[in-house]
Nanobody
Framework: VQLVESGGGLVSAGGSLRLSCAAS????????MGWYCQAPGKERELVAT???????YYKDSVKDRFAISRDNAKNTLYLQMNKLKPEDTAMYYC????????????WGQGTQVTVSS
């Protein structure tokens, strides 16, 4: 499975970005998907997840600002990022949780989000 992210960029604090992640295979539709971020010098951390049924999870710092969604017909995952803060600056990765292993076995190459103050 190949995952390709897009939509990152440079934005001012308070602005918005919409990240997309296109999956190459239809296994996408039955898989839980996640967005992770990694800032320089920090460990990769989970931002949000969405199950195949549409159940969502968000880390506390992005609740009420970010929204994860999916379009199974297009094999595409989204992350709408609003009210961006400088501390949101990071490389953002999408990941697919394998239905067999239960682990995030497939990762995209990442897309950079930079928020200026």
């Amino acid at each position: 499975v190949q995952l390709v992210e897009s939509g990152g960029g440079l934005v001012s604090a308070g602005g918005s970005l919409r990240l997309s992640c296109a999956a190459s295979e239809s296994i996408f539709s039955i898989s839980t998907m996640g967005w992770y971020c990694q800032a320089p010098g920090k460990e990769r951390e989970l931002v949000a997840t969405i199950s195949s049924d549409g159940d969502t999870y968000y880390k506390d710092s992005v609740k009420d600002r970010f929204a994860i969604s999916r379009d199974n017909a297009k094999n595409t995952l989204y992350l709408q990022m609003n009210k961006l803060k400088p501390e949101d600056t990071a490389m953002y990765y999408c990941a697919l949780q394998s239905p067999l292993s239960g682990e995030y076995d497939y990762w995209g190459q990442g897309t950079q989000v930079t928020v200026s103050s």
